[in-house]
């Protein structure tokens, strides 16, 4: 593999913003990561480098979301909550008003779309800004934590400089507001994996949820059992993504890498370790096209700082075990009796976990085979 180059999007800025305390979304990960990644010369040097974002301009905001909306956000970051901005899930529990949440969110825009510049203008191979992710906001909506919808814009903006995008979600909730913004366009390949919507919201991104219009068969979903573990996601990513990556073969794509589908997240019911990451973003690597790098969800912190952290090892070309242990000089969170590095260590499957688990799968796989891959050629 060629040496990519890699860009990390951060800015203190960021570190001025909090969600209530009581909240499960804590934007301090992003500052963690690097505090993690930075003594390992993973933001300076041959490996990575770092770029300080600016916040999107309201002219970019108003391609995805609607000026109502932008306005009514703005207004109750300021302190002007009305019923309107409480209509549109500005002030729920989920999108609850936080100081500077305005501020917050356009900053956090402006470090996907500073991402999704520098892959345009080639200054960079891959970015990640793990401060973005906030894929469930809608055009006129505020939903799952997320005001400003980084990603779809993203999307948009590659789109519009004729690229093709293939958007990719492995966060354990369903990428709803990124699909509904593609759900009638096949320049833009929307792929989410995540938990069965019975069992999670948002509710949607089912197997028969495959586009309209120009875009049928541009929309995959692929939900996943309660307990669904390494091996098992693997499968179903192996069986389903690499076909449809390779058939479409995008310009770029955009990663979300919400961490929330790891074992031991507080909001969610999936059991995967970071290792499943690491081999994806192997996979996406060796496809050799730019990546725009997200973060998304993640409620166990501890968990998803080290899982973005390995993520940027390996976008970095670092992620040699030795390597990654030997920097870190001791420096391991402390939550982890784990002593290997950033990589988790293997989980145990039981067998009634593979009974429940398997079968599921495999009948999503089929169903996507059956009713997607045809629409592609495969
Ligand atoms: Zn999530």
């Not at 391609?63 to 109502?68: E, G, L, P």
């Not at 019911?269 to 050799?288: C, G, P």
């Amino acid at each position: 593999m060629t040496t990519k180059n890699a860009i990390f999007i951060y800015s203190s800025e960021f570190e001025k913003y909090h969600y209530p305390s009581e909240h499960p979304f804590h934007t301090v990960r992003a500052q963690r990561v690097r505090e993690i990644v930075s003594p390992m010369g993973l933001l300076s040097g041959s490996g990575g480098s770092e770029v300080s974002p600016k916040p999107a301009e309201r002219i970019v905001l108003k391609k995805f979301h609607t000026a109502r909306y932008l306005h009514a956000l703005k207004a109750a970051a300021a302190g002007h909550l009305d019923v309107e901005a409480l209509q549109m899930g500005i002030g729920s529990q989920d999108c609850p008003v936080f100081r500077g949440v305005y501020e917050y969110s356009v900053l956090a825009a402006g470090g996907t779309l500073t991402a999704a510049k520098m892959i345009l203008s080639g200054q960079a191979d891959i970015a990640f800004n793990p401060s973005g992710g906030y894929h469930h906001a809608g055009p006129e909506l505020a939903a799952g934590f997320c005001y400003i919808n980084d990603v779809a814009l993203a999307c948009i903006i590659l789109a519009e400089q004729k690229k093709r995008v293939l958007y990719l979600d492995v966060d354990v909730h369903h990428g709803d507001g990124v699909a509904n913004a593609f759900y009638g366009r096949s320049d833009v390949l929307t792929i989410s994996l995540h938990q069965n919507p019975k069992t999670l919201f948002p509710g949607t991104g089912f197997e028969n949820e495959i586009g309209t219009g120009a875009g049928y068969g541009y929309c995959v979903n692929v939900p996943l059992p309660v307990g669904t573990y390494d091996q098992a996601y693997l499968k179903a990513f192996e069986a389903v993504v690499l076909p449809l990556m390779k058939a479409y073969n995008p310009d770029v794509i955009v990663f979300e890498l919400g961490a929330d589908a790891l074992a031991g997240d507080p909001l969610a019911n999936l059991s995967l370790t970071n290792n499943v990451y690491a081999e994806i973003i192997n996979h996406l690597m060796n496809f050799n096209k730019p990546i725009l790098a997200t973060g998304g969800g993640g409620y166990n912190v501890d968990n998803t700082v080290r899982a973005w952290a390995l993520a940027w090892s390996i976008f970095c070309g670092a992620d040699r075990d030795e390597d990654t242990s030997h920097a870190l000089g001791g420096v391991l969170l402390e939550s982890t009796e784990w002593q290997g590095g950033l990589r988790d260590r293997a989980l145990a499957v039981t067998e009634q976990q593979r009974n429940a688990v398997e079968p599921a799968i495999e009948a999503v796989v089929q169903e996507i085979k059956k009713t997607i891959f045809p629409i592609h050629g495969l």
